[in-house]
């Protein structure tokens, strides 16, 4: 078992950033790829960043691709999204998850759930 705690949601401004942190404990972490997901009201979850257990490879929803920067640190346990240039459309309920398939794009994908932090983006 994988327990997942995202931390760092919040209200912020068109154009503004904020950091996401997902806290992992349970089996080894490093074990697992990490990924980063959205849900908006009404709207299905969708796949926003993953990254390789060492860090190596990384991926991106063309929506954020050159705005947002996943990242882990493995000695720690977490992983991170930073988020830039923030839009209204990024608005949504952030997850982390965690999962073993390479290259997992989709939630099916992924074993391990966190409870979300809610990301509001105001214009």
């Known amino acids: 078992q994988v327990q997942l705690v995202e931390s760092g949601g919040g209200l912020v401004q068109a154009g503004g950033s904020l950091r996401l942190s997902c806290a992992a404990s349970g089996r080894a972490f490093s074990n697992y790829i990490m990924g980063w997901f959205r849900q908006a009201p009404g709207k299905e979850r969708e796949f926003v960043a993953r990254?390789?257990?060492?860090?190596?490879?990384?991926d991106y929803a063309d929506s954020v691709k050159g705005r947002f920067a996943i990242s882990r640190d493995n000695a720690k346990s977490t992983v991170y999204l930073q988020m830039n240039s923030l839009k209204s459309e990024d608005t949504a309920v952030y997850y982390c998850?965690?999962?073993?398939?390479?290259?997992?794009?989709?939630?099916?994908?992924?074993?391990?759930w966190g409870q979300g932090t809610q990301v509001t983006v105001s214009s």
């Open positions: 998850a965690a999962g073993r398939a390479a290259f997992a794009v989709r939630p099916g994908q992924y074993d391990y």
């Open positions: 990254i390789s257990q060492r860090g190596v490879s990384t």
